[in-house]
């Protein structure tokens, strides 16, 4: 098998807004996409986001009554966003009839629609079977949360739960530090030798994949689902002053099939509900285009004074003159060896109006 790091050659960010949102309409996707994965979830405990967290890469909806929970401050009834996640977009090099073809392909880590992701928890190698947790491949489906453990690694709530899984496995690295965040191992029986890594106040850790094609609704046979993609997700919060109001999701993406993914695309797909649907605002925050920065708000509404920004803090390098002209052809843009590749795309649309399929969602 193939392993590779996927960069993706830019970076999207998309908000879908609801007229009318709640969880009737919203369950029936959802529980069957359940089937497929062991439901497990986290809420983040540290900084002014009070976030739920689930171990398929969902945030912000709750895995109990399917309603918003991203709350801010902590300890309010204000939510700011139903529900969201990832998008991976690439394009899959495979044979086809004896024929060597190229096809846009999108998976959906969030559906505005369903309130459903195309992810379930675990590591590809770990198969698509519903594991006990009694089975150790089981330490794999959950979502770790750092406060829960002590300087050694070990769960100080409940010392039957796996050893925490990000460990200091590169020592020629100082963890935090030139884009090191520690490595993930796999196997519980592994992670005491190594020591832990912990970046924040908080980090809470998950992995999921796309290739359980049970929860991908629009899987058909000789569909060029799914990717292959496993998706390492850390997020990252503190209650000091200065970062309380801070949230840092980090995705470690990467192909573990034996087709070639290229001109890739990574989304961060958000449906901001905040109070009443239909007066929610946003925008590309264009006077520092530096900042990378969309904003969203609620016009005029007691309870929500927030304005929530969204910013790509690291995005992918080029590395070559390859990826330099590459980026240039498909963009129009430049970028030299050691530039990140940024932002490329700003959406803000109405759920009725959701790309509907591979196409038009590679597109957007």
């Known amino acids: 098998m193939k392993t590779k790091s996927l960069l993706a050659i830019s970076l999207i960010a998309l908000f879908a807004e609801t007229v009318v949102a709640g969880p009737p309409q919203r369950t029936a996707l959802i529980n069957f996409v359940q089937a497929s994965g062991r439901r497990h979830s986290t809420e983040t405990r540290i900084s002014e986001h009070q976030v739920i967290i689930a171990n398929n890469g969902l945030f912000g909806l709750s895995q109990v009554d399917f309603g918003p929970h991203w709350k801010w401050p902590r300890g309010s009834s204000s939510n700011y966003i139903y529900g969201g996640g990832i998008w991976f977009g690439a394009k899959k090099s495979r044979v086809v009839n004896g024929m060597n073809t190229v096809e846009k392909t999108v998976e959906l880590g969030y559906n505005p629609n369903s309130g459903a992701g195309w992810f379930v928890p675990g590591r590809i190698s770990d198969g698509t079977d519903v594991l006990s947790e009694s089975d150790p491949r089981s330490a794999n489906d959950i979502v770790y949360r750092s406060t829960e453990y002590d300087r050694n690694g070990k769960n100080v709530v409940d010392p039957r739960k796996p050893d925490w899984p990000i460990r200091w496995l590169d020592t ?3 963890p935090g530090f030139n884009d090191y965040f520690g490595d993930y191992i796999a196997d519980p029986e592994l992670r005491s030798a190594l020591p832990p890594v912990y970046i924040s106040q908080e980090d809470i850790f998950c992995i999921y994949k796309d290739t359980d094609i049970r929860a991908n609704p629009e899987y058909k046979q000789n569909s060029p689902y799914p990717l292959g993609i496993e998706v390492e997700q850390t997020v990252y919060s503190w209650n000091h002053h200065a970062n309380k109001d801070l949230l840092a999701f980090r995705y470690m993406i990467r192909n573990r099939s034996n087709d070639d993914l290229k001109e890739c695309y990574l989304a961060a797909v958000s449906d901001p509900d905040i109070g009443i649907a239909n007066n929610d605002r946003s925008g590309y925050y264009a006077k520092d285009t530096t900042l990378q920065l969309v904003y969203l708000f609620s016009e005029k509404e007691n ?13 992918p390098v080029v ?6 002209i590459s980026y240039r052809l498909l963009t129009g843009r430049s970028a030299l060896i050691g530039e990140q590749v940024g932002m490329s795309t700003f959406r803000n649309w109405m759920i009725e109006n959701d790309p509907r399929n591979n196409e038009a969602r590679y597109g957007f």
């Open 172 to 174: 020629t690295k100082i």
């Open 303 to 315: 309870g929500y004074p927030g304005v929530l920004g969204i910013s790509f803090l690291s995005t």
């Open 319 to 324: 590395r070559s003159i390859e990826d330099s």
